[in-house]
T-cell receptor, first 115, second 112 residues
């Protein structure tokens, strides 16, 4: 079946530094990838939609200069949290559209802690 | 504005009994609904889905019911097993939109 690999699974960084999270589709080409953020005991909130070769579409309230998304190939999308602050600490999850109508596969998530 | 709502944050059920999870939505343009299971520190895994042209879909122990007029769907798990203990998310999308809207989740605990 479709597999999405997300790395790292957890990361601790200092305030002011940048962190890159990778999301790879291993056995299929993902024309569309989604990035979510989940706060403790809350829902998954869509941050942005990325399409291969074009600029990401950000949801309202998400700072595009802070959360840089690159979808340079059909199998890789990256989310870079720039100048991270403690309030950026969260669980970030990517998802890829599998190409099958209505099919989605999620990565295993990344726990980001900014100290 | 939360378009998908799961009003029960938690559910405790005895092993072997039925678990019923509820989900309501407000957007009448939604036409496809999905249920996901999620363990802590992991990504959601797909369980079952239903299209708006149906009112029931069954897959093994999991059955999803859709009531379009009430904008309500439910997930039935029977019999419940200890491994079912997890957070369950309801999600929905429209026919012209690839984006999924998620509910807040329901934490299911299956007691032995």
């Amino acid at each position: 079946g479709a597999v999405v690999s997300q790395h790292p699974s957890w990361v601790i960084c200092k305030s002011g530094t940048s962190v890159k999270i990778e999301c790879r589709s291993l056995d299929f080409q993902a024309t569309t990838m989604f990035w979510y953020r989940q706060f403790p005991k809350q829902s998954l909130m869509l941050m942005a939609t990325s399409n291969e070769g074009s600029k990401a579409t950000y949801e309202q309230g998400v700072e595009k200069d802070k959360f840089l998304i690159n979808h340079a190939s059909l199998t890789l999308s990256t989310l870079t949290v720039t100048s991270a602050h403690p309030e950026d600490s969260s669980f970030y999850i990517c998802s890829a559209n599998t190409g099958v109508f209505y099919g989605y596969t999620f990565g295993s998530g990344t726990r980001l802690t900014v100290v | 504005d939360q378009q998908v709502k799961q009003n029960s944050p938690s559910l405790s059920v005895q092993e072997g009994r039925i678990s019923i999870l509820n989900c309501d939505y407000t957007n009448s343009m939604f036409d496809y609904f999905l249920w996901y299971k999620k363990y802590p520190a992991e990504g959601p895994t797909f369980l079952i889905s239903i299209s708006s042209i149906k009112d029931k879909n069954e897959d093994g122990r999991f059955t999803v019911f859709l009531n379009k007029s009430a904008k309500h769907l439910s997930l039935h798990i029977v019999p419940s097993q200890p491994g079912d203990s997890a957070v369950y998310f309801c999600a929905a999308r429209g026919s012209n939109d690839y984006k999924l809207s998620f509910g807040a989740g329901t934490t299911v605990t299956v007691r032995a």
